[in-house]
């Protein structure tokens, strides 16, 4: 069981909002809204998933990774391997 | 008419795929998926909002700044002022 | 002449202070600080490179740009890609 | 000892690198350079700094956290945290 699976609902319930968000944007689009005030928004919702993504990144270290590295199975190596390719892809996207 | 009119219908498909790539990540919480593949996805979704951002950021200044800058109503200052303003918040977001 | 010419100094103090900051990371190294204390020091020194970024990007929209924008030469809208595409590169550095 | 000793020389060599960079570009502004090809100078920089940024928190997610992790100290959560941290300061840079 994946280690957010604690707080499983916080983080419907954050996706809920940042798809709310997205529509939000759309309806921006289609009423003409000004350019400044959508990317406004545009960078509240990528801050939003930022934020998600950082949570779930510190349970994935907090409980996946750690029972790796105290696991006798040797797989400790792979799983932060794993980790730091997803925070690189973080930083760049 | 903001800059972006030309290609609202473009910015409105795109924000749709992303609306619905966030439902997707409802969908993998749900379902337990693993918490890389997770992030992988949620760093495509910021991807994707971002490029949309620089879409809209490229008209206004082609648009809205190039007018504003042309016409006598010297507020040209202003719009740049404005617009890197929103550059900055897409950087930290 | 470029836009930042103006504050040409003030780019070059700056730049200064940022070069010092990485030899000062350098020292750090040397001395087997903490690594979390030298994350949060790269932190700081990219930070400083992006608002001095931020701040030729200002100008250059403000002169270079502009200029073009208002001249007959119709090389406005390469000038605005031209920006456009450093911004891009700025996002994902 | 801190994990990124085994490649103390190697990040030596990237900061020194980085060091260099950083004088080209006060060489650059001093020689009135175009402001896009400065910036683009900065994009590398600055990616050249989070690369070894990345570096610096992998050896550390692999030695110091896993430590903590395996010790008895009980240290674990609070070493993790502070990755976390670290990487959320690096987000945000």
Chains 1, 2, 3, 4 share one sequence.
């Not at 792979?78 to 892809?89: F, V």
């Amino acid at each position: 069981m994946p280690g957010y699976s604690i707080n499983r609902e916080d983080y419907l319930k954050r996706l809920r909002r940042i798809e709310g968000q997205v529509r939000g944007l759309q309806r921006m689009i289609e009423e003409d809204k000004y350019c400044i005030d959508i990317l406004t928004q545009i960078s509240s919702v990528t801050s939003a998933l930022r934020s998600a993504g950082l949570g779930l990144l510190d349970e994935h270290i907090r409980h996946c990774v750690r029972n790796a590295a105290e696991s006798d199975t040797g797989d400790g190596d792979d799983k932060i391997d794993e980790a730091i390719g997803a925070i690189e892809r973080l930083l760049r996207a």
